[in-house]
């Protein structure tokens, strides 16, 4: 099994920046992805970045404000946040997906808020 722990989450004025970071801890052999989303109240989970073997991936909504980088074979994965906007208030969630016997399951971490401030 995989264990996920999200941290650098916090308070920022719009325009600002915040880094999150996510670190894996057990299985970390089975992980084959890596990503983060992110959910407001009321709105549906929305992916935000992603870590796979053909690349990183970015949503429309934070293109060239976000990057996801990873180290060690992608067992800690980060999140820089710049130029912030009081739309990305959420809580921010990891995930790594992982293959088990041929099984795939996605894990997540217990999720850090971010507020931005206008």
């Known amino acids: 099994q995989v264990q996920l722990v999200e941290s650098g989450g916090g308070l920022a004025q719009a325009g600002g920046s915040l880094r999150l970071s996510c670190v894996a801890s057990g299985r970390t052999d089975t992980i084959n992805a890596r990503a983060w989303y992110r959910q407001s109240p009321g709105q549906q989970r929305e992916w935000v970045a992603a870590?796979?073997?053909?690349?990183?991936h970015y949503a429309d909504s934070v293109k060239g404000r976000f990057t996801m980088t990873g180290d060690n074979m992608e067992v800690t994965v980060y999140l820089q946040m710049n130029s912030l906007k009081p739309e990305d208030t959420a809580v921010y969630l990891c995930?790594?997906?992982?293959?088990?016997?041929?099984?795939?399951?996605?894990?997540w971490g217990q999720g850090i808020q971010v507020t931005v401030s206008s």
């Open positions: 870590i796979r073997k053909d690349g990183t």
């Open positions: 995930s790594a997906g992982t293959v088990v016997a041929g099984l795939s399951e996605d894990i």
